[in-house]
């Protein structure tokens, strides 16, 4: 065994080390040391402002759908332990991912008919871009090469995916001349419940087509757009997306790495507006939080397509490609979701956190309550003080990590109803003193 280190001695370590998202070397702000989770709390090494446990409001990034330290998902874990954590995938094939792979066609809307397996979600979004890509250059039409998505956008941080995150936020100024340039169409109208805005609809379909001979695809976080702006537009839009692509012979790829498995109240995003695009990404919720993982899902004429080429392959292949650790604990991870009445589940929490964040709306500062399935915001008039926002909320018990002027949380779909009333409690907080 390792000498124990204390935590002081952890964070010392930490902060001369390691890097952690989006931060600074050598940190600037210490992050919270975790020791343990289970059910929905992380429990700290030694307590900040009198809280040695914390309520999770975050899922861990959306992803930690069923909670931390879940009987059935550990003993998928614990049970593929036993066989083997991983072996390669070129040329060699096991259970757990032929059992996911299956299963996650059965559950997406068809035609999505073939499934590559990522490590993360980035990487899913790459691959999506290159089967794209790959399948106009096989069909003989190589210039349709660029991307349309629109503004307010997060697909994941490679080169590809950062092309099309939004380019206000999403650092292209520091990056022009070396990122992929890419076309956008400004935001879609907010609110899920908007009546869809024809003329907005109308400038889609105008740019769709105008581009269209450079275009392989149009990209979209279908519903909801989450690390851009966590804002909700109609599911019309993506009828209208839907049709324009079609018109224009130009593929429709759908990112439901954050929307996917019930976040938003429809298992798939694309449910609420009754439409399947070429190729979905999924990852973050797809094993419940416990590895990483995601999957690159298209049509049979998508890889048919490719398979006409004079590189007939998809040339693409992770090391960790289908870690079977991975794909078993994502397939438990389904089969608990579907188990359940887990539409039930969304729907009780949304109540909830329409209940619980009303408050905010009355506060000095902010400028919008929103919520939509188990997904709740509160967007202030001003940047977030992030330290000032996270204690308040540590000191309600609760774990938030707010961004630019965005205080939200999407907690795991387990969170009791009380839990859920601290959760919200705490947004409030950190929207009063953030
Ligand atoms: C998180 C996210 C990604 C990137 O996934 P990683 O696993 O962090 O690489 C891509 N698209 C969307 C919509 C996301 O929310």
């Not at 001369?16 to 992380?42: D, N």
């Not at 209940?355 to 000095?364: D, I, V």
């Not at 003080?385 to 000191?395: F, L, P, Q």
């Not at 939200?408 to 947004?427: F, K, S, W």
Request: charged share 20%; hydrophobic share 45%; proline share 7%.
């Amino acid at each position: 065994m390792p000498e124990p280190l204390s935590p002081r001695e952890l964070l010392a370590l930490d902060r001369q080390h390691v890097w952690h998202p989006y931060g600074p070397m050598p940190g600037t702000a210490a992050p919270l040391l975790v020791e343990s989770a289970s059910g929905v709390r992380l429990r700290l090494a030694e307590p900040v402002e009198g809280r040695d446990e914390l309520v999770d409001g975050m899922s861990s990034w959306w992803s930690a759908v069923h909670g931390y330290h879940h009987p059935v998902l550990d003993e998928a874990a614990h049970g593929q332990l036993e066989r083997m954590s991983h072996v390669m995938f070129g040329g060699l094939t096991h259970e757990p991912a032929v059992r996911l792979a299956k299963r996650l066609v059965d559950i997406t809307p068809e035609p999505l008919e073939h499934v590559f397996l990522a490590d993360s979600g980035s990487v899913s979004v790459e691959v999506a871009v290159k089967m794209c890509l790959q399948y106009w250059r096989s069909l003989g039409k190589p210039r349709k090469q660029r991307l349309l998505t629109w503004r307010g956008g997060y697909h994941g941080d490679t080169w590809q995916p950062m092309s099309v995150c939004d380019p206000d936020g999403g650092m292209h100024e520091l990056w022009q001349g070396v990122l992929p340039r890419q076309i956008f169409a400004d935001a879609p109208p907010a609110g899920f419940d908007a009546a869809p805005d024809e003329a907005y609809a109308a400038r889609l379909r105008e740019l769709i087509g105008r581009h269209a001979e450079e275009l392989a695809a149009v990209i979209v976080e279908p519903v909801v757009q989450g690390a851009g702006g966590m804002s909700f537009h109609s599911p019309g839009y993506l009828r209208v997306l839907r049709e324009a692509c079609d018109a224009h012979g130009v593929l429709l790829i759908f990112d439901e790495i954050a929307t996917g498995f019930g976040r938003t109240g429809s298992l798939f995003a694309a449910g609420h507006a009754g439409v399947t695009p070429d190729v979905m990404c999924l990852g973050k919720a797809l094993t419940g939080g416990y590895l990483t993982l995601a999957a690159t899902l298209c049509t049979s004429a998508v890889a048919d397509g490719i398979s006409r080429g004079a590189l007939p392959v998809l040339a693409h292949g992770p090391t960790f490609m289908g870690n079977p650790l991975a794909a078993a604990v994502a397939d438990a991870s389904i089969e608990l979701l579907l188990s359940q009445d887990w539409a039930q589940e969304v729907k009780r929490i949304e109540t909830g956190l329409r209940e619980g964040l009303a408050p905010a709306a009355g506060h000095a500062g902010v400028r919008e309550v929103r919520v939509l399935g188990a997904i709740g915001v509160v967007q202030l008039d001003h940047e977030v003080d992030m330290a000032a926002a996270t204690r308040a909320a540590v000191r309600e018990g609760v774990w938030l990590r707010p961004f630019r002027d965005l205080i939200y949380t999407m907690p795991p779909y387990i969170t009791g109803d009380d839990d859920l009333a601290r959760i919200c409690a705490a947004v409030c907080a950190a929207a009063r003193e953030g």
